[in-house]
């Protein structure tokens, strides 16, 4: 399994507070990327990394910013939580994205964060 | 637009029936990527399958096979002798070439009972 690890794990939190998930990967690879899964979307690209310090958007990202300061990291912050941010919240890692354009690697998943706004 | 799309939203069966699942996808790039992913009750997501688009042999692997139609845009997945353990929301996905991002569908609910 690739390792990668998400915190919290669980996490319910106020409308309006800051809120902070954090991956965490001991693969050294080079892309990071954050979604959302909620009932009836599948999985939807918050915003994603491709190296440190190197970050771009993705289909959702209005509400949230992101930071990646390490490869290892990734941190995913919502600057004032509100109640349609409640959902579960997965980071991913792949090794490449479309370096060379001739291979593209399949992305493996945390274990994912739940995510209740009140 | 890149676009994927899993018209079925649940399937029930019965231990032993053979699923097929199915996968539709939209894209303009003449090189792409398509994935199917596993998430068990558990909530995880498991990695089953990545084929890109000039391998259009179909591909087995123990009791799950994946068939992959370029000219009618289709990559299904199929579970024969279905168990109580493959119940799970399945995603397909769909790689968009001049980005480094994953379109998933909207996940298919399979539902296996003894």
């Known amino acids: 399994d690739a390792g990668i690890t998400q915190s919290p794990r669980h996490k319910v939190t106020e409308t309006g507070t800051p809120v902070t998930l954090r991956c965490h990967q001991t693969?050294?690879?080079?892309?990071m990327y954050w979604y959302r899964q909620d009932p009836g979307h599948g999985l939807r690209l918050i915003h994603y990394s491709y190296g440190v310090k190197d970050t771009d958007k993705g289909e959702v990202s209005d509400g949230y910013s992101v930071s990646r300061s390490k490869t290892e990291d990734f941190l995913l912050t919502l600057e004032s939580a509100t109640s349609s941010q409640t959902s579960v919240y997965f980071c991913?890692?792949?090794?490449?994205?479309?370096?060379?354009?001739?291979?593209?690697?399949?992305?493996?998943f945390g274990p994912g964060t739940r995510l209740t706004v009140l | 637009a890149q676009k994927v799309t899993q018209a079925q939203t649940e399937i029930s069966v019965v231990e032993k029936e053979d699923v097929t699942l199915d996968c539709v996808y939209e894209?303009?790039?003449?090189?792409?990527?398509l994935f199917w992913y596993k998430q068990p009750p558990s909530g995880e997501l498991v990695f089953l399958i990545r084929?890109?688009?000039?391998?259009?042999q179909n591909e087995i692997s123990g009791r799950y096979s994946w068939n992959f139609q370029k000219s009618t845009s289709s990559f299904n997945f199929t579970i024969t002798a279905s168990q109580v353990v493959d119940s799970a929301v399945y995603f397909c996905a769909l790689s968009d070439y001049n980005t480094d991002k994953l379109i998933f569908g909207t996940g298919t609910r399979l539902q296996v009972f003894p």
């Open positions: 991913a890692i792949s090794e490449s994205g479309l370096a060379g354009r001739s291979s593209y690697n399949e992305q493996f």
């Open positions: 894209t303009r790039d003449t090189t792409y990527y």
């Open positions: 693969e050294n690879h080079r892309y």
């Open positions: 084929r890109n688009s000039f391998d259009e």
